[in-house]
DNA sequence: ATACCATGAACAG
DNA sequence: TGTTCCTGGTATC
C-alpha cells in the first residue's frame, strides 16, 4: 500500500475526519502508551504529508511522528463507539464519529519541530508538495553514477517513490533501471520527475496506482490485455504493452522489473 | 501449523 | 551487502 500517494491521501481523508476535535488517543497493543498519554484528549489541529512521513500535530503543541514502512496499515471504522480491537493497533485515534487504528508502523513516536524539520531536511523534493523543486532532482540524477533503478528508490533523491512507482516511471520513459543516473539527458530526467509527478497525484485521486495512459486504456496493444490492468511491468509476467516476458531481478534487496524490449539499456551514440 | 511474501528503511561492518 | 524490525494475507504442508 504505502508510496507517497497512499501517505498523501492518508492525511486528506484522516484530516478531515478527525481535525479539529479532540481526540481519544490509546495504545491497545501497548507500544505507544507513553505517547498517546500526551495527546490523549486534545484537538488535532491538522495532519501533514511529506514524502512518506506523517506528522500529526496537536494544540498542546505535542507532534506525533508515523512512518508506515512496508507492513504499516490503517484501518478506518466510521462508528461513534470503537468497535473491538483487531490485531496489533499500535494507535487508536477516536472520535463521535470515526475511530482509526494504526497497526505496523516502522515509526509511531513523540516527535519535536526538530525531529521533523531534520527529516524534511534530509528527504529530496516531494512531487506531491506544490513548490517542490524539481532542479533538486535533476542535480542529484545527474551528478550520479547510481543505477537509476537504485536512486528513484532514495528518499533523498526524491521523496514518495517506491517499488512500484519506480518500476512504472521508468517503464512509460523507456529507461533501464541499470543505467548510471549520469547517463540520462537532462530531458530523460525532467520527463521521469513529470511522469512521476503525475503519477503520485493519480495515485492520490484513485487511492490506488494505475499507471496506464490513455493511449494504453483506449487501444490496448498486447495479448495479455484484460480490463482492470493496472500496471504495465511491475508483478507482471508479460509487458502489457508488448508481451515480452518481464525481466525481473534483486537490486539491494528490492525486486525490480523491466520490460527488455521498451526500455532501451543505453541511448545508441552515448554510455 | 508453518512458510513465505510484501508498495520500507535504519543500522552494522 | 547483509540483518533487523514492523504485521497480516496467502500459499503450502
Known amino acids: 500500500m504505502p508510496e507517497g500517494h497512499t501517505i498523501h491521501r492518508i492525511a486528506r481523508d484522516h484530516g478531515r475526519l478527525l481535525a479539529g476535535t479532540a481526540l481519544a488517543v490509546s495504545s491497545p497493543q501497548g507500544r505507544f502508551e507513553a505517547g498517546a498519554e500526551r495527546v490523549d484528549g486534545h484537538v488535532l489541529d491538522r495532519i501533514e504529508a511529506y514524502g512518506k512521513h506523517l506528522w500529526y500535530w496537536f494544540d498542546n503543541s505535542e507532534l506525533i511522528h508515523v512512518h508506515l514502512g512496508l507492513f504499516g496499515k490503517y484501518r478506518v471504522a466510521r462508528t ?114 513529470s511522469t512521476i509527478t503525475a503519477m503520485l497525484r493519480q495515485g492520490v485521486k484513485d487511492n490506488r496506482i494505475i499507471t496506464l495512459e490513455r493511449a494504453d486504456l483506449d487501444r490496448p496493444r498486447s495479448r495479455s490485455f484484460k480490463r482492470g490492468e493496472s500496471t504495465y511491468v511491475y508483478k507482471r509476467r508479460d509487458c502489457l504493452r508488448c508481451d515480452s516476458p518481464i525481466r525481473w531481478w534483486d537490486m539491494s534487496g528490492r525486486t525490480c522489473y523491466a520490460c527488455p524490449t521498451c526500455q532501451t539499456p543505453v541511448i545508441i551514440g552515448r554510455g
Open 80 to 193: 461513534s463507539t470503537p468497535p473491538e480491537v483487531r490485531g496489533a493497533v499500535r494507535m487508536r485515534m477516536s472520535n463521535a464519529v470515526v475511530t482509526v487504528d494504526l497497526a505496523g508502523p516502522t515509526a509511531c513516536e513523540l516527535a519535536t519541530p526538530e525531529d521533523r524539520a531534520s527529516i524534511v531536511a534530509r528527504l529530496g523534493p516531494d512531487p506531491l508538495q506544490r513548490d517542490a523543486d524539481p532542479q533538486r532532482f535533476v542535480a542529484r540524477v545527474s551528478r550520479s553514477k547510481a543505477p537509476i533503478g537504485l536512486l528513484l528508490m532514495d528518499q533523498s533523491v526524491v521523496a514518495g517513490v517506491g517499488n512500484v512507482f519506480r518500476a512504472e516511471a521508468l517503464f512509460v520513459n523507456g529507461i533501464d533501471p541499470e543505467r548510471p543516473g549520469r547517463s540520462l539527458t537532462v530531458d530523460e530526467i525532467g520527463a521521469l520527475w
